[in-house]
């Protein structure tokens, strides 16, 4: 079974930083794709950034263009999300998802098989 463990979410100011990472354990794909999605209360899941599997390929939603980056280390299993210029509004639940196998990534919650638990990111004003 295929575990995702992030860490790194916490409390922070506005205009501040956070660097979220996860770890996807035993991977015996290295080439999976793998995506950040998160969820405030109320509202819907969003996808935020995703990595595929071949390239290295990255999109962003366009709430955090600009201001996040998705980055991965392959000999680490890990990938991470570098998190800017946070906002208010940037506070939720944020969750790390990776593809069963597959290269393709995108930011819908369909493409991906497995979730991590999620981390909580609080950004005041």
């Known amino acids: 079974v295929v575990q995702l463990m992030e860490s790194g979410g916490g409390s922070v100011q506005a205009g501040g930083s956070l660097n979220l990472s996860c770890a996807v354990s035993?991977?015996?794909?290295?080439?999976?794709?793998m995506a950040w999605f998160r969820q405030a209360p109320g509202k819907e899941r969003e996808g935020v950034a995703c990595?595929?599997?071949?390239?290295?390929?990255?999109s962003y939603s366009d709430s955090v263009k600009g201001r996040f980056t998705v980055s991965r280390a392959n000999a680490k299993n890990t990938v991470y999300l570098q998190m800017n210029s946070l906002k208010p509004e940037d506070t939720a639940t944020y969750y790390c998802a990776a593809s069963g196998g597959s290269w393709y990534a995108d930011l819908r919650s369909e493409t991906y098989n497995y979730w991590g638990q999620g981390t909580q990111v609080t950004v005041s004003s």
């Open positions: 990595i595929s599997g071949d390239t290295g390929r990255t």
């Open positions: 035993p991977d015996t794909s290295s080439r999976r794709s």
